[in-house]
């Protein structure tokens, strides 16, 4: 568990849970949606899953290593319609930070992929 609080845009390893294994999960990367208002509220956090497999599929934001001061290895993809809560304690360690500019896209996305029709 990290020691201090993670920051809207931070991209941190944490234990993912798998949706059709209600015990299991994976560590896999995620970036931290929730702002310091609601990230000060407790220790969760409300974050997107990261996976390399690129889909191009809407509601998702592509990101390249230039995109993140930090350890991004490769090309990867923000996934903003599969938002969840996690808990700090299961948040591992710290990968990098995301620009500004695409954490505005993949909040503009989320909000979308749950606005009401």
């Not at 560590?27 to 310091?36: D, G, M, T, Y």
């Not at 990098?96 to 606005?115: D, F, H, N, P, W």
Request: positive net charge.
């Amino acid at each position: 568990m990290a020691d201090y609080a993670y920051a809207q845009g931070d991209i941190v390893w944490a234990y993912y849970p798998l949706t059709d294994k209600i015990d299991k999960h994976k560590k896999r990367p995620v970036l931290i949606i929730s702002n310091k208002t609601s990230n000060d509220l407790d220790n969760d956090y409300i974050v997107l899953p990261i996976t390399r497999a690129i889909r191009s599929e809407p509601f998702s934001v592509l990101i390249d290593p230039a995109s993140v001061k930090g350890n991004l290895p490769v090309a990867s993809e923000v996934r903003c319609n599969k938002p969840f809560t996690v808990r700090q304690s299961l948040l591992l360690e710290k990968i990098g930070e995301l620009a500004t500019e695409k954490v505005q896209v993949a909040s503009a996305y989320m909000c979308q992929s749950i606005r009401v029709n």
